[in-house]
């Protein structure tokens, strides 16, 4: 029964940080919500879990520095909505 709970919780706990927070980190940011989910999968399949805690948060850095830079321009329109 205590199996069933746990599996239960880290369902709800992964549902909710990858697409839940994937929502709402693309509406503060203005990120895509689909780039953004994929740079999650992407960063937690090749570094594991803190790099799906940094993800999102690193997403946002990029798109606001390409936004500021003019030769990167492309790439902020490419990662906004």
């Known amino acids: ?3 069933l709970f746990l599996g239960v ?9 990858l ?5 709402l980190q693309s509406r503060a ?3 895509n919500a689909a780039v953004l989910f994929i ?6 399949w090749l570094w594991g879990i803190w790099w799906l805690l940094l993800g999102a ?6 798109k606001v520095i390409c936004d500021r830079v003019e030769a990167l ?7 906004a909505r």
């Open 57 to 62: 948060p690193l997403v946002a850095i990029v």
């Open 9 to 17: 919780a880290l369902l709800v706990a992964g549902a909710i940080g």
């Open 39 to 44: 740079a999650l999968l992407f960063l937690g």
């Open 19 to 23: 697409v839940f927070m994937t929502w």
């Open 29 to 31: 940011a203005r990120v």
């Open 73 to 79: 321009k492309p790439v902020g329109e490419l990662l």
């Open 1 to 3: 029964m205590i199996f």
